[in-house]
T-cell receptor, first 112, second 112 residues
């Protein structure tokens, strides 16, 4: 079946602009995660959605970052007033309740 | 909250030798421990996982062991091949996925 998809695959933006990154999880997966991965670094947790529960936003680095998950499926990560330090690969993952996470291909964000 | 440590951060082995990567976790409530492999420029992919009711699991050249008392788990790769070269991440999860914490990663290089 279809895996996790993300769009766009690459995004180049200018400092100060807003960007939206999209994640389509595997159908039926109730949990959705966003991570940030800088070059050569580990996985930095950003936010977690589980069903209809309030999201765990504890990993968001600043109030410029926000995320939504509409209808328990597609999620959008929004970064406002982008900074150069926001440049990274943003990975989305989905899972069934308490099970393996399956990652999307990521969105490579470059802030000039 | 949960904290996952991973050692070593880098590991070089000769082709055909074994590689062992160790992780420790802090929260005794964690009950699911997956391992992910991330090749350069690609997404993390699950290679093996273990649940807290099992002490060891094996899949061909890969095995994972879990010591719940000591709160550590290890990845064992035997007969290493150049294609095993990648970054490996361990993770610990409890509360049915709500707290899914990754280790910082181990860069494995298999030398021909």
């Amino acid at each position: 079946g279809a895996g996790v998809s993300q769009s766009p695959s690459n995004k180049v933006t200018e400092k100060g602009k807003d960007v939206e990154l999209r994640c389509d999880p595997i159908s039926g997966h109730t949990a959705l995660y966003w991570y940030r991965q800088s070059l050569g670094q580990g996985l930095e947790f950003l936010i977690y959605f589980q069903g209809n529960s309030a999201p765990d936003k504890s990993g968001l680095p600043s109030d410029r970052f926000s995320a939504e998950r509409t209808g328990g499926s597609v999620s959008t990560l929004t970064i406002q007033r982008t900074q150069q330090e926001d440049s990274a690969v943003y990975l989305c993952a989905s899972s069934s309740w308490g099970d393996t996470q399956y990652f999307g291909p990521g969105t490579r964000l470059t802030v000039l | 909250g949960e904290n996952v440590e991973q050692h070593p951060s880098t590991l070089s082995v000769q082709e055909g030798d074994s590689a062992v990567i160790k992780c420790t976790y802090s929260d005794s409530a964690s009950n699911y421990f997956p391992w992910y492999k991330q090749e350069l420029g690609k997404r993390p992919q699950l290679i093996i996982d273990i649940r807290s009711n099992v002490g060891e699991k094996k899949d061909q050249r890969i095995a994972v062991t879990l010591n719940k008392t000591a709160k550590h788990f290890s990845l064992h790769i035997t007969e290493t091949q150049p294609e095993d070269s990648a970054v490996y991440f361990c993770a610990a999860c409890y509360n049915y996925g709500q707290n899914f914490v990754f280790g910082p990663g181990t860069r494995l290089s298999v030398l021909p």
